[in-house]
């Protein structure tokens, strides 16, 4: 309630063009619905949420004279789009604002607590004459689950954050909260039975750290009164070096197998509403005769329906094993026919960067599919943190966690989508209707950053007007430092070089990829990137003043699952990149794990922008230059090569993007900057 009263009571005011995700079917018309005003609300149901926002706007009356808000259950919502899947009503909903009344039409209650999301946003950013403007909207779906995973077992999350990122995730309609509980560094559920799985000298990170049973039972109230579903985690048979260090024995033995038994028992109870239990049963090969049968059928004699990962390690899913749905993971996992699946193979956010990858995500159908059906679900973004980072608001910033998430959901509540993944990639092309599709999403989340999201440390910022010119990648013959002909004949269109000829292409967005974090799978700026090759990069922009300023600086994007070496002293990253700004060299900061390998137990510090200051630059009054040098000579001390950078101006607090400068790829030679 609180964040809805501060997000109401802002400086700028909220439109229908501000909503994300964006309604199925908009009618604008004239005047506007007072929120300063006690309002009357009559309906068959009180749904908490309607309830608090009318509470916070002007409060409750019966007065027949009062505005009004009025709610019908109906038996369809004409043209809305739906299909079954067990557990997720439909969310179909009618919301019309007229001078002195706002009819919602659902149904259902989740149609009713979506119509009240919706009018939530409306009510964005006014001061003190709080409004609503008048419009019919018809909204639905393409997919039914839209969510979001926290691993609290490798990373401990305080249950007071996550109640605020589901307040605040409600709001842009996510419906999902996939709380996975358990994993080898610690047990993170209570079990009254067996109270050594939370024992301290049973966790080897964050240790005494765990939920209570009372606890996720309010948050599965809290969430629902949001329409939010939780589908609570137990990993079995892998993942569970915890449990095996607590208990004695293997979850795959006979007493293994009976007391996860008596542990879904408590499951269950704790989480009455969810219509799921998911048991993992990925990554570590089934020994134990019947497992995952047994498991399977001890779920559903609760009531409950099962998820497993896809793929599971010498297990081939059918919808003759027990199992309800699947989360596919990683390429190899793949949709299984008669059953829902969960499009999870590159949400991985852990692996993300800041920028390119929200593109891509966002850019890309779910599962090759425009909207969903019996067999695809939806989608769920996962922030997964192998590595150790020291603080859980770590875990927020560096996986860029609000603008992933409301990305991959919007896409999943609009349906479309130009290509997957695998074929789009994570470019964006200008003046395309992909480029203008995501540049309105844009446009959108920040109005939300500046809004609700305010009191979080949201890294992104506008980069939809950066444009890049990128050449081709010369030869360096393994030498990282060689001067090619960008540096020595400076900016041009096309070099010949060694008898070959060599163009530019422009690039867009604060973040490239050359070759992208799963190579040739996820198509890059080049489509056959090598190794022992040095690309070159410029942009320049334009400042009206001169200008004290920040900037985003990276050239490698330390996922939160990997066992990296920091870069070398002096050095931007490990295998050569450099940047300047009108010809003077910007030098990296000093890096806490200067040349040490960082293994999963060791902090993640300031080796991503996001957990550093930017860096601070001066621009000129008129135009600069940023030329940046990319050598592809990684050093071995990293596994995933991402061949990248990252640079964007900002404030000086990093905050937002600079928005009085402008960016083009080229100048005549009788502009550019000396």
């Known amino acids: 309630m609180f964040l809805l009263a501060a997000a109401m009571f802002t400086a700028t005011e909220a439109k229908i063009e501000h909503l994300l995700p964006t309604p199925k079917a908009v009618t604008r018309s004239e005047g506007s619905f007072p929120l300063n005003k006690r309002i009357r609300i009559t309906a068959e149901e009180r749904?908490?949420?309607?309830?608090?926002?009318?509470?916070?706007?002007?409060?409750?009356?019966?007065?027949?004279?009062?505005?009004?808000?009025?709610v019908e259950m109906v038996a369809t919502?004409?043209?809305?789009?739906?299909?079954?899947?067990?557990?997720?009503?439909?969310?179909?909903?009618?919301?019309?604002?007229?001078?002195?009344?706002?009819?919602?039409?659902?149904?259902t209650t989740t149609g009713i607590i979506r119509a009240v999301q919706t009018m939530m946003q409306l009510a964005e950013g006014y001061d003190g004459k709080a409004a609503l403007e008048c419009v019919e909207i018809v909204d639905w779906p393409a997919f039914k689950l839209r969510g979001f995973m926290h691993d609290v077992g490798r990373s401990f999350i305080p249950m007071d954050e996550i109640r605020k990122e589901i307040e605040l995730l409600a709001r842009f309609k996510v419906n999902t909260f996939h709380f996975h509980m358990t994993e080898n560094q610690a047990w993170r559920f209570e079990v009254k039975k067996y109270p050594q799985l939370t024992a301290d000298s049973s966790m080897s990170r964050f240790p005494g750290m765990y939920y209570t049973q009372e606890q996720c039972r309010e948050l599965e109230a809290f969430a629902a009164e949001r329409g939010i579903t939780i589908i609570p985690e137990i990993d079995m048979p892998g993942h569970s070096a915890a449990f095996k260090k607590a208990m004695g024995h293997s979850m795959q033995s006979d007493k293994g197998v009976q007391e996860l038994k008596e542990i879904l028992d408590e499951v269950a109870a704790t989480f009455p509403l969810a219509p799921y239990i998911h048991i993992g049963a990925d990554e570590e090969s089934i020994t134990y005769p019947g497992f995952l049968k047994t498991m399977t059928d001890k779920v559903h004699s609760l009531g409950k329906k099962?998820?497993?990962?896809?793929?599971?390690?010498?297990?081939?899913?059918?919808?003759?094993?027990?199992?309800?749905?699947?989360?596919?993971?990683?390429t190899a996992g793949r949709k299984v026919a008669g059953i829902p699946n969960i499009d999870c193979r590159y949400n991985y956010v852990n692996h993300f960067d800041v920028y390119a990858d929200v593109a891509g995500i966002y850019k890309s159908n779910i599962y090759y599919s425009e909207r969903g059906d019996s067999e695809t679900a939806g989608t769920i973004t996962a922030l997964w943190n192998d590595r150790k980072l020291p603080h859980p608001q770590d875990i927020i910033v560096q996986?860029?966690?609000?603008?992933?998430?409301?990305?991959?959901?919007?896409?999943?509540?609009?349906?479309?989508?130009?290509?997957?993944?695998?074929?789009?990639?994570?470019?964006?092309?200008?003046?395309?209707?992909?480029?203008?599709?995501?540049?309105?999403?844009?446009r959108r989340f920040l109005f939300h950053k500046a809004h609700s999201l305010r009191s979080e440390q949201i890294p992104y910022v506008r980069q939809c007007n950066i444009q890049w010119t990128v050449?081709?990648?010369?030869?360096?013959?393994?030498?990282?430092?060689?001067?090619?002909?960008p540096e020595s004949e400076g900016c041009k269109e096309h070099y010949l070089y060694e008898g070959k000829e060599y163009g530019t292409r422009v690039a867009t967005g604060a973040g490239i990829y050359l070759r992208h974090t799963w190579g040739a799978i996820v198509p890059s700026h080049f489509d056959n990137p090598r190794t022992g090759t040095t690309a070159y990069a410029w942009t320049y922009i334009y400042s009206p003043v001169a200008q004290q300023a920040g900037a985003q600086i990276e050239f490698q994007n330390y996922g939160r699952s990997e066992r990296d070496y920091a870069p070398d002293s002096d050095k931007w990253d490990r295998r050569g990149s450099r940047i300047w700004l009108n010809n003077n060299e910007i030098m990296p900061p000093a890096w806490e794990n200067s040349g040490k390998p960082i293994d999963n137990e060791k902090d993640l510090l300031n080796e991503n922008f996001t957990a550093r200051p930017v860096t601070p630059i001066v621009l000129r009054q008129g135009w600069n230059k940023v030329f940046i040098k990319l050598p592809n000579n990684p050093d071995g001390g990293i596994r995933l090569n991402k061949w990248m950078f990252t640079f964007v101006v900002t404030d000086r607090d990093g905050r937002n993007a600079l928005d009085n400068i402008i960016y083009v790829p080229n100048l005549p030679a009788e502009y550019r900057p000396q």
């Open 47 to 70: 749904v908490p949420l309607l309830m608090d926002f009318a509470k916070l706007c002007g409060g409750v009356t019966d007065k027949a004279s009062a505005p009004e808000i009025a």
């Open 77 to 107: 919502i004409p043209g809305a789009y739906d299909y079954a899947l067990a557990g997720y009503p439909d969310e179909a909903y009618s919301l019309k604002v007229e001078p002195s009344k706002v009819t919602i039409k659902a149904i």
């Open 306 to 330: 099962v998820i497993v990962w896809n793929p599971i390690r010498g297990v081939r899913i059918s919808t003759d094993a027990g199992f309800d749905m699947t989360q596919m993971w990683s």
């Open 399 to 442: 996986n860029n966690m609000y603008a992933n998430i409301l990305a991959s959901c919007e896409r999943a509540w609009k349906g479309g989508g130009t290509q997957y993944i695998e074929k789009g990639g994570t470019a964006l092309h200008s003046h395309t209707a992909e480029y203008a599709e995501f540049a309105d999403w844009e």
């Open 471 to 485: 050449t081709d990648a010369f030869p360096n013959g393994g030498d990282a430092g060689k001067m090619l002909p």
